[in-house]
């Protein structure tokens, strides 16, 4: 067993260990935002995975959903919009940015087929 990081949205923190995954699993699906960031400590976290998907999504859905999960963990309706429109902002640029080094592009029409996000 090898222990991953997990995340709590409720303190707005990564646990270390969190999440464990078995020595018999062959496919880990892991959000990775920064995977494809050209920075030293993410082009070695990289090379460590097999593929990296990029999921597009157009703006208005991204954060429509960033606000309502950020209510979802406890934020009134006016810090979450701050929230999202600041901070998740600003990584959302950064993130952006790197689409073009993705194994995979998941388009945004498909995105709004794949339905709820999970919780």
């Given amino acids: 067993m090898i222990y991953a990081p997990g995340f709590e949205r409720v303190i707005e923190q990564p646990i270390a260990g969190a ?25 070695q976290a990289r090379a460590l995975i097999d593929e990296v998907w990029y999921a597009d999504l157009d703006q208005e859905e991204r954060l429509r959903r960033l606000v309502e999960r950020h209510i979802r963990f406890g934020k009134d309706e006016a810090t979450a919009i701050e929230w999202a429109t600041g901070t998740d902002e600003l990584n959302a640029e950064v993130i952006a940015a790197t689409r073009a080094r993705a194994d995979l592009l998941i ?4 995105m709004h087929q794949v339905g709820t996000p999970p919780q």
């Avoid at 078995?22 to 993410?42: F, K």
């Avoid at 388009?107 to 498909?110: I, V």
Wanted: glycine share 10%; no cysteine.
């Fill in 19 to 43: 999440i464990g995954v078995p020595r018999q699993a062959r496919l880990i699906v892991s959000e990775g935002n920064y995977l494809l960031v050209d920075e030293p400590r993410w082009i």
């Fill in 107 to 110: 388009p945004a029409g498909l």
